[in-house]
């Protein structure tokens, strides 16, 4: 190899590891929020696995599968399988609705009852909709 292809392969050497490190790196707070959230039995077992993305300032960052955009059905239905395609208004459907929204919950408490987080915003984990076929 020259010169100039050994420059130029340690300079693209650096720029993908500077790329793996932002897009990897998880810091050590959000790490210890998402193992205290995956030690609460009722969160650990549930379908969807809340987590903290990301801490912006004080406000923790956490995924959800609610949106506006996506019926609650859709979601209820992907993770409660036995309530796809019934009604709204089924207490079936109602059950389902207020266990998401417990849990949804209990994760929130969990993360705002840390000493550096003020606040939880959610957002919208595109991801886990794309993989089971939702598109937003």
Known sequence: ?????????LILGVFTLTLAVVFLYESPKVSELNEQLSSIRSIK????HF?????DNRTAVMSTPRST??????????L???????????????????KLATVQNL??????????IDKVRWELDRSWLLQHGITI
Not at 45 to 48: G, N
Not at 51 to 55: C, E, G, L, P, S
Not at 69 to 78: K, T
Not at 80 to 98: D, I, M, R, Y
């Open 1 to 9: 190899m020259d010169r100039g292809t050994k420059i130029y392969a």
């Open 45 to 48: 077992e549930f379908p969807y």
């Open 51 to 55: 987590k903290v993305i990301r801490i």
């Open 69 to 78: 955009d996506v019926p609650v059905a859709r979601i209820l239905g992907i």
């Open 80 to 98: 409660f399988p036995q309530v796809k395609g019934l009604s709204t208004q089924s207490p079936e459907f109602q059950k389902a609705q207020k």
């Open 107 to 116: 994760a929130r408490i969990t993360v705002i009852n840390d000493d550096e």
